[in-house]
């Protein structure tokens, strides 16, 4: 797992909550670039994904191939993580549970 990356997009999704869309990779907004956690793995890691499966890409480079549903998909997120993030009634509310999402899949290794 690379928590080196995993751990710059929750920094990144703190500190610009409005850019979080986890509806959907990457998308332009009037507030610039919104992505969800596979996205923004792409962007931040600077490395070439032209032409490639942006999710394929993101589970690669972040070193999760065959695990990454638990991540990249709200409706598999714990049911704690999935409720708080459907609930959540702000771009800030959503990217602070984002982030709480990231970081316990990193304390449990990416099991949950």
Known sequence: MNTKLLLEIKKHILTHPKQLNMGTWMTKTNCGTTCCIAGWA???SKELYANTNVWRFAEKILDIEGESDRLFHTEDWPTKYRN???DAGSSEARAKVTADRIQHYIDTGGLE
Do not use: E, N
């Open 84 to 86: 708080l993030y459907y």
């Open 42 to 44: 792409c962007l931040l």
